[in-house]
Structures are given as structure tokens and as C-alpha cells.
T-cell receptor
Framework: EADIYQTPRYLVIGTGKKITLECSQT?????MYWYQQDPGMELHLIHY???????EKGDLSSESTVSRIRTEHFPLTLESARPSHTSQYLC????????????FGAGTRLSVL | AQSVAQPEDQVNVAEGNPLTVKCTYS??????LFWYVQYPNRGLQFLLK??????LVKGSYGFEAEFNKSQTSFHLKKPSALVSDSALYFC???????????FGTGTKLQVIP
């Protein structure tokens, strides 16, 4: 079992609310990733980080933002949630880059009403 | 760009029978290829990885995958399916040119008792 944790596991909120999805790992991995998983199962990379103070946008455009102030922590923030943000969000980490094994958290299932 | 195709949305197999989950890829250069499994309400878990060398890669839980360069395929196999193997399976590819991992759309495996 990987030591990567996401909270909350489930979140139901109203439109316009600001939310932060938490992701922490205790493995000391330098690389971290956020994926959005559609109801139809496909994963899309929305953000990644190569280390502290490094963040990049992924393949899928997202209105969310991320920060990496500490190695172990990679939170994702939505300033104003909308129903189109309803999805599952998966956080992952790896050592040495994307060519290596990624370890995933259990995910946050977000519903915006 | 690179892509990963999993042509079957769902695969049904009887318990005890061999199973195959198909994956084809398109990358520039030599690929790193992965299989991950996702159980309900969980994150993805690593199963196995191909970098180079033997075309038959053995992984966790009795799974193996066969790399075929000429057919650009990396099919997941198991000699005897268990009901507990029922889950969502993702194929993924990484190449040095693209510097990111691309996931397939996933295949739901249903093992019937």
C-alpha cells in the first residue's frame, strides 16, 4: 500500500464555492501529479510538479491551481467550483520522473451542485 | 504526441480461464510501458512495467504482459483468472521524447464465477 493520502474522499458542494483538495505523501518523492478521471474512466493529467516551487500544467486544461511549498504536500484549489468540475481527482507521486512507477492516492470524488 | 489504445471497454472471462487485456501504443523512440489496476473507490496500483530486455514481463498477482515491438502491443495476460481480478485495468506509456505518461482509456475486467 502506497503512503499517499488524499482528503476528503468525497465532497459535495454548491456552485461558486472555493475548495482545496489535499494530497500528501510520506515517501519523499520529488515528482507529484494530479489527474482528473472522467466518469467514463479515462485519466487526464491536469498538473504536475518536479519538486518544491515547481508546478506545470498538464495535457488537459483545468481551471484549478496547485502549489508545492513542501515536498510532501501538493494541494489543488478551485477558486469557484462549477458543475463542470464534477469528477474524480487522483493524486500520484513518483521518484525520478514519469518514466518510473507512479503511486496513487485513493482519490477525491467531487460533486458540484 | 503519443497515444495508448485499449480497444475493449470490457472483457468478460470465466473463472479459471486465461485472460487477455489488449493494449497498443504509439510513441516515438523506445517506450516504457506500464499496467495499472484500479479497484472500486481506490487509486491505481502498479502491476508491471517494461523497459527493455525480455519481451515477457512478470508482475504482481500472477499477471504478465507481452511486449511486441512489431505490433506495438503490450497485452496483459494471466493463465487462470480469479473473481478477485475483476477491476479496471489501465495501460500506460512513457517516452523520453514526450517526457510524460499517457494512459489508455481503461478496460473493465469481469471474471464470472
Amino acid at each position: 500500500e502506497a503512503d499517499i493520502y488524499q482528503t476528503p474522499r468525497y465532497l459535495v458542494i454548491g456552485t461558486g464555492k472555493k475548495i482545496t483538495l489535499e494530497c500528501s505523501q510520506t515517501m519523499g518523492h520529488d515528482k507529484m501529479y494530479w489527474y482528473q478521471q472522467d466518469p467514463g474512466m479515462e485519466l487526464h493529467l491536469i498538473h504536475y510538479s518536479y519538486g518544491v516551487n515547481s508546478t506545470e500544467k498538464g495535457d488537459l486544461s483545468s481551471e484549478s491551481t496547485v502549489s508545492r511549498i513542501r515536498t510532501e504536500h501538493f494541494p489543488l484549489t478551485l477558486e469557484s467550483a462549477r458543475p463542470s468540475h464534477t469528477s474524480q481527482y487522483l493524486c500520484a507521486s513518483s521518484v525520478g520522473g514519469a518514466k518510473n512507477i507512479q503511486y496513487f492516492g485513493a482519490g477525491t470524488r467531487l460533486s458540484v451542485l | 504526441a503519443q497515444s495508448v489504445a485499449q480497444p475493449e471497454d470490457q472483457v468478460n472471462v470465466a473463472e479459471g480461464n486465461p485472460l487477455t487485456v489488449k493494449c497498443t501504443y504509439s510513441v516515438s523512440g523506445n517506450p516504457y510501458l506500464f499496467w495499472y489496476v484500479q479497484y472500486p473507490n481506490r487509486g491505481l496500483q502498479f502491476l508491471l512495467k517494461y523497459i527493455t530486455g525480455d519481451n515477457l514481463v512478470k508482475g504482481s498477482y500472477g499477471f504478465e504482459a507481452e511486449f511486441n515491438k512489431s505490433q506495438t502491443s503490450f497485452h496483459l495476460k494471466k493463465p487462470s483468472a480469479l473473481v478477485s481480478d475483476s477491476a479496471l485495468y489501465f495501460c500506460a506509456a512513457y517516452s523520453g521524447g514526450y517526457q510524460k505518461v499517457t494512459f489508455g482509456t481503461g478496460t473493465k475486467l469481469q471474471v464470472i464465477p
